[in-house]
């Protein structure tokens, strides 16, 4: 059951992240701008996305891998079938972690550094 809802919730985030953008959202050119700030603000500690990314990258990884959990040439369509699934969730992540990053950019930007004064 966990990993249904796991998978649900990446197809709504999906589904939320491709009607946002056509609805004055982020633009996919935009999120995927955002991928190497991303990146470089999470190496550097400034933003909480490590696990996330780090499911991403495993994610990119069985997709692009030759092993597979299920191989196609034996199965036919069920071995396309868990790369389908990898794919969609993948997307899916990737937009709705972008636009959580493009938001705390955006929050952040309005701060000013500084001590607070007492």
Known sequence: MGKTLKRSAA??????ALAT???GGPSLGARLGALPRMIRATTR??????LR??????????IV???DLLPEIPLAIFGLADDAVMVTWLAGSVLAETERFL???????????????S
């Open 103 to 117: 938001e705390w950019e955006a929050r952040r930007s309005s701060v000013i550094p500084g001590h607070v004064a």
């Open 11 to 16: 197809f709504s985030a999906l589904a939320r």
């Open 45 to 50: 500690g400034e933003y909480d996305g490590g």
């Open 21 to 23: 953008g056509s609805r």
């Open 65 to 67: 891998s030759p092993i």
């Open 53 to 62: 990314l780090a499911l991403m990258t495993a994610a990119t990884a069985y």
